[in-house]
């Protein structure tokens, strides 16, 4: 992972981390905000700006990819660089709540 990719996204946004998490399977911006919705119990949503802009964003950096579509909705699925930020990301996590246990 080259370094403007690690400073962007490193540590992650929750909201991006739940989006690349959510695309581990091809899915679309409505699909991920109630996936995510449902994940975490209702204590998080995903916003339709936040959603597109940051699917945008990901696209453009090349964390994930055009899938196809399903009903007129653009589906996308997590690159290889995706999932390296993202595993990036969850070993990070890992790393604080094992520092928080002492």
């Given at each position: 992972?080259?370094?403007?990719?690690?400073?962007?996204?490193?540590?992650?946004?929750?909201?991006?981390?739940?989006?690349?998490?959510?695309?581990?399977?091809?899915?679309?911006?409505?699909?991920?905000?109630?996936?995510?919705?449902?994940?975490?119990?209702?204590?998080?949503?995903?916003?339709?700006g936040?959603?597109?802009?940051?699917?945008?964003?990901?696209?453009?950096?090349?964390?994930?990819?055009?899938y196809?579509?399903?009903?007129?909705?653009?589906?996308?699925?997590?690159?290889?660089?995706?999932?390296?930020?993202?595993?990036?990301?969850?070993?990070?996590?890992?790393?604080?709540?094992?520092?928080s246990?002492?």
């Amino acid at each position: 992972m080259d370094q403007r990719i690690r400073r962007i996204y490193a540590p992650m946004s929750e909201s991006g981390f739940y989006i690349l998490l959510c695309l581990q399977i091809p899915n679309h911006g409505y699909g991920i905000a109630r996936q995510v919705k449902e994940m975490t119990g209702g204590e998080i949503s995903i916003g339709a700006g936040t959603m597109y802009g940051t699917l945008s964003k990901m696209e453009n950096d090349g964390l994930i990819v055009f899938y196809g579509e399903e009903d007129k909705r653009k589906l996308y699925v997590i690159t290889e660089l995706g999932q390296e930020v993202l595993e990036t990301e969850l070993k990070r996590i890992e790393r604080l709540y094992l520092n928080s246990k002492g």
